[in-house]
């Protein structure tokens, strides 16, 4: 089981940038998906989860910015950021578990691992 987000980047403030993440050894399409963030001396956080039935939960300083999506057929989930700003800036992870729950309580049963966003100003 294996998943591997990649995308990340340098980017300046107001730019967009796609996060895509792959799954290997599961299915996407019946588990609740999501991404996190690590800035730099903060604990991580949980972005954006989305569950099998379409339920969502994000976090407040990304809403109308950023959002999540899954690609069933190629088994791989985006998180789409717009309108980035500086305080973006983190490593992302992606993550996935059975309920979704796991994803905004933190404690998914799959991570992916991170990829660095840089939103300079």
């Known amino acids: 089981v294996q998943l591997q987000a990649y995308g990340g980047g340098l980017v300046q403030t107001g730019d967009s940038l796609r996060l895509s993440c792959a799954a290997s050894?599961?299915?996407?399409?019946?588990?609740?998906i999501g991404w996190f963030r690590q800035a730099p001396g903060k604990e991580r956080e949980v972005v954006l989860a989305?569950?099998?039935?379409?339920?969502?939960w994000w976090t407040e300083p990304v809403e109308g910015r950023f959002t999540i999506s899954r690609d069933v057929a190629n088994n791989r989930m985006y998180l789409q950021m717009n309108r980035l700003k500086p305080e973006d800036t983190a490593v992302y992870y992606c993550?996935?578990?059975?309920?979704?729950?796991?994803?905004?309580?933190?404690?998914?049963?799959?991570w992916g691992q991170g990829t660095q966003v840089t939103v300079s100003s």
């Open positions: 993550a996935a578990g059975r309920f979704l729950r796991q994803l905004w309580g933190g404690q998914p049963d799959y």
């Open positions: 050894g599961l299915g996407l399409e019946n588990l609740s």
């Open positions: 989305l569950s099998n039935d379409d339920a969502r």
